[in-house]
């Protein structure tokens, strides 16, 4: 058999802004895209970023080779990936919006991402902690369960076909050698299809190809990001595919220290010969590792994350991949609430003063929540920025991810800066009876105002009657609103902080909101 020189090792492959390597040549393809600069290059397709003419927005546009556009097989292939990815719909895939033909090329348009390669992250950092392993790995898998279920199996799951967003997605790019479960392909016969490092054991052997060999592959993504090495290794790519179907994998933890046993067997499963020892389903790992124990992230990732450098290393799991789990942490979080009254009860009064609870005023908090649909940093004293790109975190749902102010010393800012804040903009105007905000628990203090996002600009929180206050913050709490129901009315809610609390470890004082929600019901 031989191996498609068009896939083996075409790792160079991206569908990421911000990456230049040619200057744009101006040229308009499909009548409607203009080409302004090359972003990425590999086995089979060139991948500019572009402009649509039509619809005013930026885009990638992926050209096919000239010289593998005359030959049929190639030109169906490709346009077989459109038409592959364009089937599904997932926040975790990189979305397809058009192909065209034009004057001998073959283009396929998608979203352009501001991103890197996870293979690129590797390079250039070497191995990934293991709780930012387990929650890429979510990720992906999430990916693979929308293709499986719809019939789909990849076939080239490799760190250079899985993005990482600078907003904190990660997506699967590359479908261009997917198969439809049970159906024939386009593959020559006697030939293997995709990356010789991460290829299963029956597509070495050019047996017939199921969702389990997705999860090999990924199986081998994973013991890579944490050891910083492959299971396998040789001096050919005929020899590195062939060396899975005769060598047992060497356990991940002999390699590095510290890897949890269940994610260690967990791996070691997905990289059994026999398709039938594996996880059977993506959904099937996915449960495994949304169940297990994910450690937190060191401060050395979090030192990473505030500079901007890899924002999505330090993000848990967003809201869409958790709904399942609301219902029962819900539960959970209600049991423990009750068994922290009685237990309060039971203290005597003097222990229940000497804590120091975060401030709240007001009415009972309302059941309804009211949606969140942006966060903004609020900077009216400063440059108008705080650590803008991370903000979407404090309303991803997630308490292990975080926006965190800049950081300022002394904790209780300047005389030229009274405090930052961060708007809450909801999906209608609203009257607000409850705020929950979690975050860094050192102490930080500041007020809750509601207001209409049109007057955001003009507003001044320093001469403003707040609706809440937050004092001495050292836990996750619930602000009951007080103030007139005009007062607690409005499209947008900002938290003012006006103290950052202790310092971090470098000496800094900042403060980071990891969730917010907010509870009440929609303004007549």
Known sequence: MDFDVDHIEADDRTLLEGQPRDAGTDRVIGGRYRLLRLIGSGGMAQVWSATDTVLNRQVAVKILHPY?????????????????????????????????SDDGSEAIVMELLAARTLRQHLSDNGPLEVATTVRVAIRVLAALEAAHNAGLIHRDVKPSNILLCDDGRVKIADFGIAKVDGHSDLTQEQSIFGTAAYLSPEQVAGLPTDARSDLYSLGIVMYECLTGSRPFEADTKEALARQRTVIDPVDPRRLRAGIPAELAESIMRLLERDPDDRFQTAADLRAVLLDGPIPPTTEATQRLDETGELPVLTQSLPRSERRWLVPAVMLMLIAIALVTVALLLADSADELTSRKPATTTGQTVASGPVEITQAVPFDPQGDSTENNASAARAIDGDDATAWKTEGYNPPGFSRNKSGVGLELRLARRSTLDGIRVAGS????????????????DSFDPTTAEPVGEISDFDRPVEVKLSGSEKARTGSSVLVWITDLGGASTDGRHRVEISSVSVTGSPAD
């Open 441 to 456: 628990s050192n102490g930080w203090s500041g007020s809750i105002f509601v207001i209409d996002s049109a007057s955001i």
């Open 68 to 100: 593998l556009s005359n030959d049929s097989t190639n030109v169906a292939r490709f346009k077989a990936e459109a038409v592959a990815a364009a089937r599904l719909n997932h926040q975790n895939i990189v979305a397809v919006f058009d192909t065209c």
